[in-house]
């Protein structure tokens, strides 16, 4: 065993590391897990990581996060190597999955599946029981208020609770929309309500270092350049939208947009926001040299202007890469001009990746 490794198993919880490690009948086990809000204050538990890699016969999961330790910082008290695999919430293809194995549904029933996803969310924990729509509500609810008082207002000492949850209800109920801070704190001006264009700021990043919240960034494609203005932000979880706000049309299109975004990124996509001249694209997905142009709207059925409106965009972006129209309509299918127009679910549930 190397020194640098030896001179860590001192540590309270595993004095005996040596003898326990090369046995087969025991293993070093802290009184409670490392990087638990207990043991992360009562011990170096990051000394005890940094030795079982130095030994190279451990092969060790380390989750965040707490009011103490997000899983983004979990690389500074790391060192050497190490692999960041972000873990979602359930994918529509695993929500099938969790049906067959948890309840006695039709899993067969796509689209009454893609309702009840689209309502309840992608957290496990709603799906490995029957609950009902108000019992699920109530989950993800409990999910969200925790959150924000364990890994945020906790963290980081927020003392108006009351005004950091108005603002973060207020991003929620605007996923999909242009937002900017100016915007909340004008809101919360008309509201009677007054909090500076900074602090508003500080909540938005704390939300999003909690993965409340994603900020989705505009991204030029004639200038090849990120954008600084009107911006977008997406929740942690679409369940999250209807648990607090309940099911709305108006929500609907921002919710949809929310569940590819997801989707997207759970494929190992970078996203983007496109501007087209004067039009947007939804959003711009690139995985190294794959490039995929996506819109996302609840029908394109109503009137041949609405097809239009959302087929412009893509017309004008003059590269070869693949172009999507993503809806609900069960007419969904055709092929015009290159850009392919798909049904949500099914693109939800295609192999391609």
Known sequence: MA????????????????????????????PALPGSDRTAHRYPWEKLVNSLVAEGRADLYITGSNSHLLSGELATYIAGRYVSIEVWPLSFTEHLAFGEAFSQRDMTRIDDEFARYLRF?????????????????????????????RDVLTRHKIRDANMFEHVATFAIDNVGNPFSARRVAGFMKSQRRS????????????????????????????????????EKHYVGDHGIVHALFGYS???????????IWMELRRRGYDVTIGKVGATEVDFVATRQNDVRYVQVATTIALSPETRRREYAPLEAINDNHPKYVLTLDPMAGDNTDGIRHLRIPDFLLSAEQ
Not at 121 to 149: K, M, N, Q, Y
Not at 206 to 224: C, S, T
Not at 252 to 259: F, T
């Open 3 to 30: 020194i640098r490794t030896a001179i860590y198993t001192k540590m309270p919880y595993c004095g005996d590391y040596n003898r326990h490690s090369r046995s087969s009948r025991g293993t070093c086990r802290p």
């Open 121 to 149: 969310g992608g957290f496990p924990g709603v799906h490995v029981v029957s609950f009902d729509e108000p019992d699920a509500r109530s989950v993800v609810t409990d999910i969200f208020r925790s959150t924000l008082v």
């Open 195 to 230: 909090i500076s264009h900074e602090t508003v700021l500080n909540y938005l990043s704390a939300l999003e270092e909690a993965f409340v919240i994603a900020r989705v960034p505009r991204y030029d494609l004639r200038g090849r350049a990120l954008l600084s203005t009107d």
């Open 249 to 259: 049309d108006q929500r609907l299109p921002g919710v949809l947009e929310n569940i």
